[in-house]
């Protein structure tokens, strides 16, 4: 059983690991949430640790205020991540060439092309089994899951990439109103826990 399984059922004593483990650090951040676990358990086997801080609601407070600095630390680092590709994409908005203002909008367009592409090609696919030989109905099935699983963390990377460009064009529309746009996940998250840390302080 991988560690970030193992770790996955600490996310109902600290439910902003669900955020964490699922963003690009998840490693990173799947480590010293076992370092964590096994300091303050004593045991060096993660599934033992984390099986006695479930069983000791002691031991889920202290992994709660143990967890505080590094979620902290990570949601700031994924903040201020977000803030350099806000940045970069308000440099495109702002160049006076036409190319790398249309840059990201071609790139919106392609995805919904290719996107389209795929789906027609995969119904297409299915459509023509189901009529001209359903006996290997489930073979192209099997494949076809295949392959959308395999792209699918290359459309989880694009779509990603299209979730930024759609707030960011969001938040210009705020500042272009007059107003204030809401801070980001990750920035709401990071200033909860900065509060929790001083409030303990």
Same mark, same amino acid.
């Given at each position: 059983?991988? #560690?970030?399984?193992?770790?996955?059922?600490?996310?109902?004593? /600290?439910?902003?690991?669900?955020?964490?483990?699922?963003?690009?650090?998840?490693?990173? /951040?799947?480590?010293?949430?076992?370092?964590?676990?096994?300091?303050?358990?004593?045991?060096?086997?993660?599934?033992?640790?984390?099986?006695?801080?479930?069983?000791?609601?002691?031991?889920?407070?202290?992994?709660?205020?143990?967890?505080?600095?590094?979620? #902290? $630390?990570?949601?700031?680092?994924?903040?201020?991540?977000?803030?350099?590709?806000?940045?970069?994409?308000?440099?495109?908005?702002?160049?006076?060439?036409?190319?790398?203002?249309?840059?990201?909008?071609?790139?919106?367009? #392609?995805?919904?092309?290719?996107?389209?592409?795929?789906?027609?090609?995969?119904?297409?696919?299915?459509?023509?089994?189901?009529?001209?030989?359903?006996?290997?109905?489930?073979?192209?099935?099997?494949?076809?899951?295949?392959?959308?699983?395999?792209?699918?963390?290359?459309?989880?990377?694009?779509?990603? /990439?299209?979730?930024?460009?759609?707030?960011?064009?969001?938040?210009?529309?705020?500042?272009?109103?007059?107003?204030?746009? $809401?801070?980001?996940?990750?920035?709401?998250?990071?200033?909860?826990?900065?509060?929790?840390?001083?409030?303990?302080?």
């Amino acid at each position: 059983m991988g #560690l970030l399984t193992i770790l996955g059922a600490l996310t109902d004593v /600290v439910p902003s690991l669900v955020h964490a483990f699922a963003g690009d650090k998840a490693g990173e /951040v799947a480590d010293k949430t076992a370092d964590v676990v096994k300091t303050i358990t004593g045991q060096s086997d993660p599934q033992k640790a984390v099986d006695a801080i479930k069983a000791d609601p002691k031991l889920q407070l202290e992994f709660q205020k143990a967890m505080q600095p590094v979620l #902290l $630390a990570h949601f700031q680092a994924e903040t201020q991540r977000l803030q350099t590709v806000n940045e970069t994409m308000r440099a495109e908005y702002a160049s006076k060439d036409a190319y790398v203002r249309r840059a990201r909008p071609t790139y919106l367009y #392609l995805m919904a092309v290719t996107w389209f592409i795929q789906m027609t090609a995969f119904s297409f696919v299915l459509g023509y089994t189901m009529i001209e030989a359903p006996d290997k109905l489930p073979q192209i099935i099997t494949a076809l899951t295949s392959i959308f699983g395999a792209l699918f963390g290359l459309w989880g990377i694009a779509l990603s /990439v299209v979730g930024v460009y759609v707030k960011k064009r969001s938040d210009d529309k705020q500042l272009a109103a007059g107003k204030t746009p $809401a801070p980001g996940i990750m920035a709401a998250l990071a200033q909860r826990i900065k509060g929790k840390l001083a409030n303990a302080g």
